[in-house]
């Protein structure tokens, strides 16, 4: 049974996993306070050194154009390497698998299907388009990929939604789209992922409500057997708030459209997924035959929604489901912020949802798959299980042994910040570095070799008040069994790599 436990760890109290940090996270804008990380000055000082020991060439051509590059440019060639693999349209691979699932839900001609935008756009599209502050965190360069200072791999595909509305092709759209996020790195996390976007709006001087919630009864009558908590109102003027342009007779019709279509979505998706708990009852000692665990019926399906907070809806949820004992993050929603709607040149009388998903995550899950880096892997033992149109059980076809390298170096400059946001350090006496910064070098050298990195232990000398990292990096390849020279001379490229790019010293 595939699990995604790390078993092969040594448990320590030490070890801190590295957080991923998600757009949600921001408190909303009517909470004033200082921005939650800052960290931009630092790492251009970074970034500086970084690009000159790679020689960072003027300009770079990604995708048949030609970019000239800057002091923000940040992407590197295992990045780059990932644009155009389209996994999302390889029809037997998992990720399509699952894209296809979604999509059956949402059909032409309500929705058009977009899965060929590009993945480079402006930080316009991406982030202004949408309402993101200035001083966002998801725009700073340590976790977005930046080609130059107008340029980024797409972070989310929410950076389409203002050319999708503008383009007005039909009452709704979906995009399925690569996304690409600097991160942790470990068994769920990857610098390159596939999201869905949907979204649906009406024009209310030409459809009524009444005619919304005739959908909406449509849409329900799928989902009966779906146990759904929601116990928030549909909008809540502190936590959750209507917008001033909408009724809320209308807001609640479009928020229970929006909701009865996404429950339709898990539905379709959970119950196409193989029943993992089948082949747990078969090993247990309490089954007496298989064909008892096959007549006990299966527990209905369990989903909740919570308030939640993007800088594009408002009001905003997100949808958890019950799966396998506990509660699984699956999607974030709402309804689309109006100033975007007219920026698009609808009439202020359009009202729209929108959602976005993310794919690796579900079919992980649906799949039973243990480590997001298979999803990238050539190897026919990978590739070859997967069939067009069906959700199967993967088959481990093996578990090669991994590797623990620990990696101790100081920090370069002198005094903490003390407050442990993710910037490794900062103050005075040099430049500052951001632990995304440490995970990309890793990343750079180790490729899909590291399985995970952990942070085991820091502290600050108390003369010196140089800051001391100790990362855990697990060596692991899927295909094959690595030796010790090789991971050795990996091992010592990575501290050559952190010395030259970040000037830690390695103690
Ligand atoms: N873009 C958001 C994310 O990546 C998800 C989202 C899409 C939320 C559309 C609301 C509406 O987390």
């Given at each position: 049974m595939p699990s995604v436990k790390h078993n092969d760890m040594p448990p320590t109290t030490l070890m801190r996993r590295i957080s991923f940090s998600r757009y949600p996270s921001p408190p909303p804008p009517s909470v004033s306070g200082p921005p939650l990380r800052l960290r931009l000055r630092p790492l251009q000082l970074t970034l500086r050194r970084f690009n000159s020991s790679s020689a960072t060439p003027t300009t770079i051509s990604l995708l048949g154009r030609t970019y000239p590059t800057d002091g923000w440019t940040n992407i590197t060639p295992s990045i780059t390497a990932h644009l155009s693999q389209n996994l999302h349209l390889q029809p037997s691979h998992p990720i399509s698998i699952t894209r296809s699932l979604i999509e059956s839900r949402f059909p032409s001609p309500t929705y058009t299907h977009h899965n060929h935008l590009s993945p480079i756009v402006t930080t316009a599209q991406n982030f202004d388009s949408l309402g993101f502050p200035s001083d966002h965190p998801g725009r700073a360069r340590s976790d977005t990929y930046y080609i130059n200072a107008g340029h980024v791999l797409r972070t989310h595909t929410s950076a389409h939604q203002l050319d999708l509305f503008k383009a007005n092709h039909a009452p709704g759209f979906l995009v399925s789209a690569d996304v690409y996020r600097r991160d942790a790195i470990d068994r769920s996390h990857y610098p390159v992922f596939h999201q869905m976007e949907g979204a649906r709006g009406w024009d209310l001087a030409k459809t009524s409500v009444a005619e919304i919630n005739d959908e909406t009864e449509y849409l329900a009558s799928l989902t009966a057997s779906l146990q759904v908590e929601d116990l928030h109102p549909p909008f809540h003027e502190q936590t959750n708030p209507l917008q001033p342009q909408h009724s809320s007779e209308a807001a609640a019709a479009v928020a229970a459209h929006l909701k009865r279509s996404l429950e339709s979505v898990v539905l379709a998706l959970f119950t196409s997924a193989p029943n993992p708990d089948a082949d747990a009852d078969a090993d247990?000692?309490?089954?007496?035959?298989?064909?008892?665990?096959?007549?006990?019926?299966?527990?209905?399906?369990?989903?909740?929604?919570?308030?939640?907070?993007?800088?594009?809806?408002?009001?905003?949820?997100?949808?958890?489901?019950?799966?396998?004992?506990?509660?699984?993050?699956?999607?974030?929603?709402?309804?689309?912020?109006?100033?975007?709607?007219?920026?698009?040149?609808?009439?202020?009388?359009?009202?729209?949802?929108?959602?976005?998903?993310?794919?690796?995550?579900?079919?992980?899950?649906?799949?039973?798959?243990?480590?997001?880096?298979?999803?990238?892997?050539?190897?026919?033992?990978?590739?070859?299980?997967?069939?067009?149109?069906?959700?199967?059980?993967?088959?481990e076809f093996s578990k090669f042994p991994g590797t623990l390298r620990d990696i101790a170096f100081w920090l370069p400059g002198g005094v903490e910040d003390g407050e442990d946001t993710g910037g490794a350090n900062s103050g005075a006496g040099g430049p500052a570095v951001h632990e995304n910064d440490i995970m990309e070098i890793i990343r750079n050298v180790g490729g899909d070799l590291v399985e995970d990195v952990l942070l085991k232990d820091q502290f600050t000398h108390p003369k010196t008040k140089r800051a001391s990292r100790c990362y855990r990096v697990h060596y692991r390849s899927l295909e094959r069994t690595l030796t010790s020279e090789e991971v050795n001379a990996k091992h010592a490229e990575l501290e050559k790599a952190l010395k030259e790019a970040l000037g830690v010293e390695i103690r």
């Open positions: 247990s000692p309490s089954s007496s035959s298989s064909s008892s665990s096959s007549s006990t019926p299966a527990p209905p399906l369990k989903v909740r929604w919570v308030e939640a907070y993007f800088p594009f809806t408002s009001p905003s949820w997100e949808l958890e489901v019950f799966w396998r004992g506990s509660w699984l993050e699956l999607l974030g929603c709402g309804i689309v912020q109006h100033p975007i709607l007219t920026a698009a040149n609808l009439p202020s009388s359009h009202i729209s949802w929108a959602f976005g998903v993310g794919l690796e995550r579900i079919a992980m899950v649906l799949f039973g798959i243990p480590d997001i880096r298979l999803f990238w892997s050539t190897d026919d033992r990978f590739t070859a299980q997967f069939i067009q149109g069906e959700v199967t059980r993967f088959i």
